[in-house]
């Protein structure tokens, strides 16, 4: 079944219209056309299932695809409870084992894979098992290991903290896949935490300092012109393009959804605001210097910077964002939520790029061929996404374990 269209929308008459004709399964709905499309049969017929006409005339499901579960604000102990490690084998060779680690992902965003081949080509079977692996110019799959005179900081022995990849491009990767093939005899522990659970929590702590880290933008670049430059401005919170609509009101930002809960008598503790909420950026140690506001888009709804010149434009906005970035800075190493794993020769972690905040403890160097090391690669949200949803209508949900 090709499953496209065989006309253009635009040959649809204005004018046309359909009765609904009577059949044997009452959850299908069988539209018989009048005034259709030139040239189309006299009795052409749609067949709809009462759920696809449900699907398209609800705001909340605009698609006919299956409805995925909400993701799950993790810290530590919780992470520890929800979460199991799959087998490298099953998650290889049986599909519902996949589709429990590409569910841990959508709802979590991290998952840890164990008795992975201790081979460099490990790492892009487990990404391609999903879908194509998104190659960039540091490789289809890359080396995480100390190096003399080291460009990348990650690339070092020293302590890497809380940060995302690549969020210099205009399309960083969703998913981060790390395969441990060497583990250090000292130290390199990495660790991990829920950038939506502090969210969450900064939204309802301080709204005004989530509202600042909606809408300031923050330059990100990777500054290396003899081989590579790479520089994308992107706000720490972005929220998803769809709209936001909270008792029937259509809300542009995180101010008016804020102001719609006040006047509905609602809590900020009652807004699920990762409902909402598609990626979150933070990178320190590929962050550029700040420029002022007017040289980006002004948002909506946010109120103007005095324009006195762009040195006290620039400053008004660190006003903001300063106090902001450290709120959410502390939330994110609360100790009780990152979780922190010594990973093992064997095992693999996979995760949002866009959601959880990784890093890694500092080590020591080792003998010549003895040091840590783990070999890493990418993939985009459209190839994951595709096969979450294909994998969700084959098995739907799995249990808790």
């Given at each position: 079944m090709r499953r496209q269209k065989l006309f253009w929308t635009t040959q649809i008459p204005s004018d046309i219209s359909a009765t609904v004709e009577p059949g044997t399964n009452p959850q299908v709905v069988r539209l018989k056309w009048k005034r259709d499309i030139q040239n189309f049969p006299e009795d052409h017929v749609t067949e709809l299932s009462v759920q696809a006409l449900r699907n398209l005339v609800n705001v909340a499901c605009p698609t006919p695809s299956p409805d995925l579960p909400s993701k799950v604000l993790w810290d530590d102990a919780s992470f520890r409870e929800?979460?199991?490690?799959?087998?490298?084998?099953?998650?290889?060779?049986?599909?519902?084992?996949?589709?429990?680690?590409?569910?841990?992902?959508?709802?979590?965003?991290?998952?840890?894979?164990?008795?992975?081949?201790?081979?460099?080509?490990?790492?892009?079977?487990?990404?391609?098992?999903?879908?194509?692996v998104k190659n960039t110019f540091y490789g289809y799959t890359w080396d995480v290991r100390s190096?003399?005179?080291?460009?990348?900081?990650?690339?070092?022995?020293?302590?890497?903290?809380?940060?995302?990849?690549?969020?210099?491009?205009?399309?960083?990767?969703?998913?981060?896949?790390?395969?441990?093939?060497?583990?250090?005899?000292?130290?390199g522990a990495s660790t991990f935490t829920d950038s939506h659970a502090a969210a969450q929590d900064l939204s309802q702590q301080d709204p005004d300092a989530f509202e600042a880290l909606e809408n300031l933008p923050v330059n990100f670049h990777?500054?290396?012109?003899?081989?590579?430059?790479?520089?994308?401005?992107?706000?720490?919170?972005?929220?998803?393009?769809?709209?936001?609509?909270?008792?029937?009101?259509?809300?542009?930002?995180?101010?008016?959804?804020?102001?719609?809960?006040?006047?509905?008598?609602?809590?900020?503790?009652?807004?699920?605001?990762?409902?909402?909420?598609?990626?979150?950026?933070?990178?320190?140690?590929f962050q550029a210097p700040f420029t002022p506001l007017s040289a980006h888009t002004e948002p909506r709804g946010f109120p103007p910077l005095v324009r006195r010149g762009p040195l006290a434009a620039l400053n008004e906005q660190m006003t903001r964002w300063l106090p902001a970035a450290k709120k959410f800075d502390e939330l994110i190493h609360r100790p009780e939520g990152v979780y922190e794993r010594m990973m093992k020769p064997g095992e693999c972690v996979l995760f949002d790029n866009?959601?959880?905040?990784?890093?890694?403890?500092?080590?020591?160097?080792?003998?010549?061929?003895?040091e840590r090391w783990l070999r890493g690669a990418y993939l985009d949200r459209d190839p994951f996404e595709s096969r979450l949803r294909v994998l969700w209508e084959k098995f739907g949900d799995f249990p808790s374990p």
């Open positions: 929800d979460v199991r490690d799959l087998d490298y084998k099953a998650y290889m060779s049986d599909d519902s084992v996949l589709h429990q680690a590409l569910q841990y992902l959508h709802t979590h965003g991290l998952v840890f894979l164990t008795n992975v081949p201790e081979q460099e080509i490990s790492v892009s079977t487990i990404a391609e098992r999903i879908g194509p190096v003399p005179q080291a460009k990348n900081v990650a690339y070092t022995s020293q302590d890497l903290g809380f940060h995302m990849d690549l969020l210099y491009m205009e399309q960083p990767p969703h998913l981060q896949f790390l395969h441990c093939i060497r583990a250090s005899s000292a130290g990777y500054d290396h012109l003899e081989s590579h430059y790479y520089h994308h401005a992107r706000t720490v919170f972005e929220l998803a393009p769809k709209p936001l609509y909270l008792g029937g009101r259509k809300c542009r930002n995180f101010r008016e959804l804020m102001d719609t809960a006040q006047r509905a008598g609602m809590s900020t503790s009652e807004l699920p605001i990762t409902e909402w909420l598609a990626n979150v950026s933070w990178s320190p140690p866009r959601r959880v905040l990784h890093a890694r403890r500092a080590f020591e160097v080792g003998d010549i061929g003895k």
